[in-house]
C-alpha cells in the first residue's frame, strides 16, 4: 500500500489523481489533502478517502470546515495556511507526494517534503521554475525521485526509460498552440477572457488555461525541463502539435527519436507516478490509428507569443530570472482573469518586470523568496 498526500486535492489535476486512487484502492491510500477556499469538495473528498489531515488555505473556510466536520464525529485534523500545507507535506506517513497546487505557494511545501525524505509526483511546475537548482539538490542530497506528472515532461521521463543521459542530442516539447493558433498580434489585440479560458484539447484550471493561450505555460515547461533533465537551454526545442497526440519527443545523438503518445487525459502521467516504476492496466480511452487522419507540426510563432522566448531569456540570465518571470506572469495572469488588463499586456508586464531585475546567480530559498514578493508588487504597479 502506498501512502499519498495531495497538495491541490480539489483542482483539475488533484480530482484526477483521486479518481485513479478510486481505481485502485487496494494498491493507494490517500493521507492528506489539500484546498484554497473550496471546502465542499474537500469535505466529499474527506467522506470518500478518510484522510488524516486536511488543509484549507483560507482559514475562514478552514474554521467553517473544521465545525462541519465537528458535527459528524470526523476525527481529521484540519490545518491552514503554508504552515499547514507543509504540515501535510511531510506527514511521516507520506510515501508519496502529489504537488498539484497551482503557482509559487508549492516551493516550500515541495522542498519540506524531499528534505523528510519523501518522493514527489511534481504536477506544480512552478517549484522548479523558481527554485530549480536548490530543489534538485535537495532531491540529489536525500535521495528523493522527482516524478513528472505533467504530460510532456511525462513523456520525456518515459522516452528516456533504459537510455543514457549522455545519448540525449534534445528534446521537442510540444504544444497544442491553444485556443489562439494562428492568430497574429493585431488579431490578438481583441481576443476576450472567455476566449481565452477555451482550450481546444485540455480540461485544466483557469491560469494554466491562460498560460496556454500565451504559450507562457510552454515557456514554463521549457525551464522545469532543463532542471528535470538536467539539460542545456540549446537541447530544448518546441514544436506545435495541435492534435495533442503526441506528448513530446527525444531525439538521441545517432538521430534517432523516440515520441510518447497517448489521448490528451492527465490520468495516465498520474498513475505513472503513483505506481513507478511499474505500470498497470486501466480502462482509459486508447489511440485509434484507424481514426488519426493527420500528425502535424509547425514552428511556434515569437512573434505573436513572446511569453514563450521570454523563457528562453530567462534560463539564458539564469539565477533568479526565472522566478522574476513566473512571480510577474502569475501576477498578470491573475490581472486578466480579474479583467484588469488586456490579453497582450500579460507578455508587456512579464518583459518590464524582467527588464527591471539585478540577477542574483546563486540564489539561497531566502533570495528566491525575496524576489518573488519583489517581482509581484512591481507586476502589480505597471499601468
Same mark, same amino acid.
Given at each position: 500500500?502506498?501512502?499519498?498526500? %495531495? ?28 484546498? @484554497? ?5 474537500? *469535505?466529499?473528498? %474527506? ?8 488543509? !484549507? ?8 470546515? *473544521? ?26 506517513? @507520506? ?5 498539484? !497546487?497551482?503557482? #509559487? ?20 511546475? *512552478?517549484?522548479?521554475?523558481?527554485? &530549480?537548482?536548490?530543489? #534538485? ?8 525521485? $522527482? ?32 485556443? /489562439?493558433?494562428?492568430?497574429?498580434? =493585431?488579431?490578438?489585440?481583441? !481576443? ?11 480540461? #485544466? ?13 510552454? &515557456? ?9 533533465? @538536467? ?14 497526440? %503526441?506528448?513530446?519527443?527525444? =531525439? ?8 510518447? #503518445?497517448?489521448? +490528451? ?33 509547425? =514552428? ?5 507569443? +513572446? ?17 522574476? $518571470?513566473?512571480?510577474?506572469?502569475? !501576477?498578470?495572469?491573475?490581472? /486578466? ?5 488586456? /490579453? ?20 539561497? $530559498?531566502?533570495? %528566491? ?15
Amino acid at each position: 500500500m502506498k501512502n499519498i498526500s %495531495i497538495l491541490g486535492s480539489t483542482g483539475s489535476i488533484g480530482t484526477q489523481a483521486l479518481e485513479v486512487v478510486s481505481e485502485s484502492r487496494d494498491a493507494l491510500n490517500i493521507v492528506g489533502l489539500t484546498t @484554497n477556499t473550496s471546502i465542499d469538495l474537500l *469535505e466529499k473528498q %474527506i467522506e470518500k478517502y478518510s484522510p488524516e489531515i486536511v488543509c !484549507v488555505m483560507d482559514g475562514n473556510a478552514a474554521l467553517t470546515l *473544521e465545525k462541519r466536520l465537528k458535527t459528524r464525529g470526523s476525527l481529521v485534523e484540519v490545518v491552514t495556511g503554508l504552515e499547514g500545507l507543509i504540515a501535510v507535506a511531510t506527514i511521516s506517513k @507520506n510515501d508519496l507526494l502529489l504537488t498539484a !497546487v497551482s503557482g #509559487m505557494i508549492g516551493l516550500q511545501p515541495t522542498l519540506a517534503a524531499i528534505n523528510q525524505g519523501i518522493d514527489i509526483a511534481l504536477a506544480n511546475k *512552478e517549484t522548479l521554475v523558481a527554485g &530549480g537548482k536548490i530543489v #534538485m539538490d535537495a532531491a540529489a542530497s536525500n535521495g528523493v525521485s $522527482l516524478l513528472p506528472v505533467d504530460s510532456e515532461h511525462c513523456a520525456i521521463f518515459q522516452c528516456l526509460m533504459g537510455n543514457k543521459h549522455k545519448e540525449i542530442e534534445r528534446i521537442i516539447i510540444t504544444a497544442s498552440g491553444g485556443p /489562439f493558433r494562428g492568430r497574429n498580434l =493585431e488579431q490578438l489585440q481583441s !481576443v476576450t477572457l472567455e476566449q481565452a479560458l477555451k482550450h481546444p484539447n485540455w480540461s #485544466m484550471g483557469k491560469k494554466i488555461t491562460i498560460d496556454s493561450a500565451t504559450l507562457m505555460n510552454k &515557456g514554463l515547461e521549457v525551464i522545469e525541463a532543463k532542471w528535470l533533465f @538536467n539539460l542545456r537551454q540549446d537541447q530544448i526545442d518546441v514544436v506545435v502539435h495541435p492534435q495533442s497526440i %503526441i506528448h513530446s519527443m527525444v =531525439e538521441f545523438i545517432d538521430h534517432s527519436t523516440m515520441a510518447q #503518445m497517448g489521448m +490528451p487525459d492527465m490520468a495516465l502521467p498520474i498513475q505513472i507516478a503513483f505506481f513507478y516504476p511499474d505500470r498497470i492496466a486501466n480502462n482509459r480511452q486508447a489511440l485509434d490509428f484507424n481514426r488519426i487522419r493527420e500528425l502535424t507540426f509547425e =514552428e511556434p510563432d515569437l512573434i505573436s507569443f +513572446p511569453c514563450l522566448q521570454l523563457a528562453y531569456d530567462a534560463l539564458e540570465a539564469s539565477g533568479t530570472m526565472s522566478c522574476v $518571470l513566473n512571480a510577474a506572469n502569475e !501576477v498578470s495572469v491573475a490581472r /486578466f482573469l480579474n479583467k484588469e488588463i488586456h /490579453f497582450c499586456d500579460i507578455p508587456r508586464i512579464n518583459r518590464m518586470v524582467m527588464e527591471k531585475h539585478d540577477v542574483i546567480s546563486t540564489p539561497t $530559498l531566502d533570495d %528566491i523568496l525575496s524576489v518573488d514578493k519583489w517581482a509581484r508588487q512591481i507586476a502589480i504597479a505597471i499601468k
